[in-house]
């Protein structure tokens, strides 16, 4: 019988992460952090998308194996040196993860007109399970507060969704500068 996945790791890629893709430039490369079993590596890639996809799980990485598009890096993000250059990145996704030491990280690995998206936990999520340790949630508007004044806001929610389970999130789609042609109205 196989094992579920953890209640963390979804199979479906999040449908923040479905609706701000198609921003990335095409062809780009992406980078899939904290990637799990790599839902948003996949997806990405199924897209067109060069994915690293970078995770410290080796076991979960080998889920990706021959996965076409599908580049793969076991590094400990949180305590062995940042493993990617400035600006080598089209595209960075976030979700279910929160280091905040990584934020300048991420925005350095941004090139011009790059796409961040992110999703995670916030404050209030401790309620309706796990993570529940404040250093693994968000403070309410904190991925907008970080973004200002360095990426163009086009996107941010935050509050309590059911789907794919109860949870309390954060969540911001910004661009590494001006976004020319861009249909959204970007966040005052």
Avoid at 41 to 58: H, K, S
Avoid at 131 to 142: D, V, Y
Wanted: aromatic share 8%.
């Amino acid at each position: 019988m196989p094992v579920p996945p953890p209640q963390h790791e979804q199979l479906a890629p999040s449908a923040w992460v479905c609706r701000f893709a198609a921003l990335i430039v095409a062809g780009g490369a992406v980078l899939d952090l904290a990637c799990g079993q790599g839902r948003h590596a996949r997806y990405l890639a199924g897209l067109g998308y060069r994915v690293e996809a970078v995770d410290r799980d080796a076991a979960s990485l080998a889920a990706l194996a021959g996965i076409a598009r599908v580049t793969t890096r076991c590094a400990d993000l949180e305590g062995a040196p940042w493993p990617y250059a400035a600006a080598c990145f089209d595209g960075i996704v976030v979700t279910n993860y929160l280091h905040r030491p990584l934020l300048p990280e991420l925005l350095a690995a941004l090139r011009p007109q790059g796409v961040l998206i992110y999703e995670t936990f916030a404050l209030g999520n401790e309620k309706l399970g796990r993570p529940s340790n404040p250093e693994f949630l968000l403070r309410p508007q904190e991925l907008l507060q970080w973004a200002q004044g360095r990426l163009q806001v086009l996107a941010f929610e935050q509050g309590r969704v059911e789907l794919p389970k109860p949870a309390v999130i954060q969540r911001i789609c910004a661009i590494n500068g001006g976004f020319e042609g861009c249909r959204l109205d970007p966040v005052r």
